[in-house]
């Protein structure tokens, strides 16, 4: 295993961070995986983890039909 440091916008860093502690995911696992995928032709994912993007998907999410109507600063 090899230490590397990269430079991470701050709010991304925070978000994969609490998303992935939220999820019960390895972060520097997730990295990893991502390196891997790009580096490959035919790259492979563990079922696993398809199954935890699945229960993502399908969250709970609020409905909003115009965006910009509903969550804008300016009325």
Do not use: H
Not at 15 to 29: V, Y
Not at 59 to 70: C, Q, S, T
């Amino acid at each position: 295993m090899v230490l590397k440091t990269f430079n991470l916008d701050e709010e991304v860093y925070r978000k994969f961070s609490e998303f992935c502690r939220s999820n019960g995911i390895s972060m520097s696992k997730q990295i990893e995986m991502f390196i891997q995928s790009q580096m490959s032709d035919d790259p492979k994912v563990r079922e696993e983890y398809l199954m935890k993007l699945d229960l993502i998907r399908k969250g709970r999410f609020v409905k909003v039909d115009d965006f910009k109507k509903k969550y804008s600063v300016i009325k």
